[in-house]
Nanobody, 124 residues
């Protein structure tokens, strides 16, 4: 059982940066691959980024590649999403998720646990 809590969202202007954090409870955080997803109003939930249990492998959607960086600190039971050069189209609720699988991490159905989300709003 893993409990995930996102934080760090807020209202920013285009071009600004934010760092989202996802804190996990329990003592088995390092056993999970972690992903970030987002859902904008009227749109389906979409994959943003993922990171392997060791932090050695990362993946990004084309829409955020080069702007966002996913990282994790297993000693702190925390995964991060550094978001740079934010655009209005990045506006969404951002969710972190944990998976026992190490592949197919761009698909939400492989994740076992989900946080409640944090709102990111980017104004033009």
């Amino acid at each position: 059982q893993v409990h995930l809590v996102e934080s760090g969202g807020g209202l920013v202007q285009a071009g600004d940066s934010l760092r989202l954090s996802c804190a996990a409870s329990g003592r088995t955080f390092s056993s999970f691959s972690m992903g970030w997803f987002r859902q904008a109003p009227g749109k389906e939930r979409e994959f943003v980024a993922a990171i392997s249990w060791s932090g050695e492998d990362t993946a990004y959607s084309d829409s955020v590649k080069g702007r966002f960086i996913v990282s994790r600190d297993n000693a702190k039971n925390t995964v991060y999403l550094q978001m740079n050069s934010l655009k209005p189209e990045d506006t969404a609720v951002y969710y972190c998720a944990a998976a026992t699988l190490t592949s197919e991490l761009a698909y939400g159905h492989v994740y076992n646990y989900w946080g409640q989300g944090t709102q990111v709003t980017v104004s033009s």
